[in-house]
T-cell receptor
Framework: DGGITQSPKYLFRKEGQNVTLSCEQN?????MYWYRQDPGQGLRLIYY???????QKGDIAEGYSVSREKKESFPLTVTSAQKNPTAFYLC?????????????FGPGTRLTVL | QKEVEQDPGPLSVPEGAIVSLNCTYS??????FMWYRQYSRKGPELLMY????GNKEDGRFTAQVDKSSKYISLFIRDSQPSDSATYLC???????????FGKGTRLSVIA
């Protein structure tokens, strides 16, 4: 069953702690993305990667870090430097095979900082 | 000015109504246009994909792109309560650039 999985679904963290969100895809997509969604804010791009071992900052990368060691995995670390990390985090992937590719999303992880 | 503007709603319509959702954008270089549907606490799912100007129809859904006016629309005919969701427009410059999203419009279809 092909798709994008994110874990955990809900995550609670104390202030000052780093936390890593998992994103895995078995669609053989080259590109992967992380977005943050806040109420009334739409989706804002954090980081994206178009190929293994390479990634670029999005619009709101401060306080976040990523790695892309494998094609199917793109974990996101929310560091203690992120001032307001409580949000819904969405991972997406797409092919880079041509102009008609588009993004498919995972189910999301809701992070709450206590 | 935001790159993509979308009225957040909420929009409430009776079952069976025709719904019109819209986005405007400022960057005339956008070429690919998408509509996503997002149910509460779920990831967005792709609904419609169009390239350049024109119309595309899929069942009860029609996507319209007017590049001269920098305006895109999604029409839902015979709306159903199951259409109640947030609808996000998205667009990109070329095939490999990240999507730029509108803030989403929350739609409620009342039975």
């Amino acid at each position: 069953d092909g798709g994008i999985t994110q874990s955990p679904k809900y995550l609670f963290r104390k202030e000052g702690q780093n936390v890593t969100l998992s994103c895995e895809q078995n669609l053989n997509h080259d590109a992967m993305y992380w977005y943050r969604q806040d109420p009334g804010q739409g989706l804002r791009l954090i980081y994206y990667s178009q190929i293994v071992n390479d990634f670029q900052k999005g619009d709101i990368a401060e306080g976040y870090s990523v790695s892309r060691e494998k094609k199917e995995s793109f974990p996101l670390t929310v560091t203690s430097a992120q001032k307001n990390p409580t949000a819904f985090y969405l991972c997406a992937s797409s092919t880079t095979a041509g102009p008609r590719d588009t993004q498919y999303f995972g189910p999301g992880t809701r992070l709450t900082v206590l | 000015q935001k790159e993509v503007e979308q009225d957040p709603g909420p929009l409430s319509v009776p079952e069976g109504a025709i719904v019109s959702l819209n986005c405007t954008y400022s960057n005339s270089a956008f070429q690919y246009f998408m509509w996503y549907r997002q149910y509460s606490r779920k990831g967005p799912e792709l609904l419609m994909y169009t390239y350049s100007s024109g119309n595309k129809e899929d069942g009860r859904f029609t996507a319209q792109v007017d590049k001269s006016s920098k305006y895109i629309s999604l029409f839902i005919r015979d709306s159903q309560p199951s259409d109640s969701a947030t609808y996000l427009c998205a667009m990109r410059l070329t095939g490999n650039t990240p999507l730029v999203f509108g803030k989403g419009t929350r739609l409620s279809v009342i039975a």
